[in-house]
């Protein structure tokens, strides 16, 4: 089903109290004050959580794959975008804690405390990564999210990986189809924007990492002024990972054509983008996706950036916790 909502209108508002109460300091507390009578009210599936709260799996390749698991109750597993970390979810692993379910997120190969990888950085290589977390720690009736690049990934783990352990998926600011422009998605952007991102990222790293946060978050919006700690955790998070992998990423999550992981996707989805997205474009991603997808929702947030998660999570938490109930 195709339900185009419009959220956000005050979107300016909730820019500020998204970053301190929907996905920051009011949540971590409630999560972290949360009861474990509380967390076992909902019903527990799939392995025990990791008792030390994080921990590595091992790659096809023997990459080593870092990643966060906390709590009991229905997984829900977390997909980051490019280049950052699992600590992009930092907002969203409270919340969903707090409601009793178990949270999962892990760091893609090449970023964060995953392995530095020289190959294998590639959307087929990162579903199976996937894969092999979900299966070291038995997660069944799994609800994964994406962002950006890690809703491609959610895509093709979802096409190709999640048979029988995937209850529903959640698309945000996705970059499905594909993001590159060509014959057949004359939409997409050109690829001289993306060999832009490579030549940058190869001269100076480090400069160009404290650039994208801008238009990230919509900071060249005259009512979004520059947050400086979302800034420096999106940097921080962009120079733990390998140069190599990140690089190779730009391709994967700009070339890879996935009309076909969409159209396989057979587990209900929500897709959701704002329509002030200034790295992915929603036209040509959320809009197409719900054309593809079999059994989906789709909602639109005026005024809403890339960055809408961190931004405004006390909107878009609550709208993923209700599809999550539905």
Request: aromatic share 10%; proline share 5%; net charge neutral.
């Amino acid at each position: 089903m195709i339900d185009h909502e419009e959220t956000g209108s005050q979107a300016g508002d909730f820019s500020r109290r998204g970053v301190l109460t929907g996905a920051g300091l009011a949540v971590g507390v409630a999560a972290l004050s949360a009861t474990t009578a509380g967390e076992a009210s909902a019903a527990t599936t799939g392995a025990s959580a990791s008792p030390t709260g994080d921990g590595y799996a091992t790659a096809a390749d023997g990459a080593r794959l870092y990643y966060k698991d906390w709590g009991k109750g229905q997984p829900i597993f977390f997909h980051h975008g490019w280049p950052l970390t699992a600590d992009d979810w930092d907002g969203q692993m409270l919340f969903f804690l707090s409601k009793g379910y178990r949270v999962i997120a892990m760091d893609r190969r090449g970023h964060g405390r995953s392995s530095q990888t020289a190959t294998g950085n590639d959307m087929d290589t990162y579903a199976a990564d996937v894969d092999a977390v979900v299966k070291l720690l038995d997660l069944r009736d799994v609800v994964h999210i994406g962002h950006s690049t890690g809703g491609g990934e959610v895509a093709r783990y979802v096409a190709r990986h999640g048979q029988g352990r995937v209850a529903k998926a959640v698309l945000v600011s996705s970059v499905p189809p594909i993001m590159m422009q060509t014959p057949s998605n004359p939409g997409g952007l050109p690829r001289s924007v993306f060999d832009g991102f490579r030549s940058q990222l190869a001269a100076n790293r480090a400069d160009f990492y404290w650039q994208v946060p801008i238009p990230f978050y919509g900071f060249n919006r005259p009512a979004t002024p520059v947050i400086e700690g979302v800034r420096q955790n999106w940097w921080r998070q962009g120079m733990m990972g390998g140069a190599k992998a990140h690089y190779d990423c730009i391709k994967a999550f700009s070339e890879t054509e996935q009309t076909g992981d969409l159209k396989a996707m057979a587990v209900p989805t929500l897709i959701l983008q704002g329509d002030d997205d200034q790295i992915v474009p929603y036209k040509d991603a959320a809009l197409l996706q719900a054309k593809l997808i079999p059994d989906n929702r789709l909602k639109i947030y005026p005024g809403f950036s890339h960055g809408m998660l961190t931004l405004n999570g006390d909107v878009i938490n609550p709208d993923i916790l209700a599809f999550i109930k539905g």
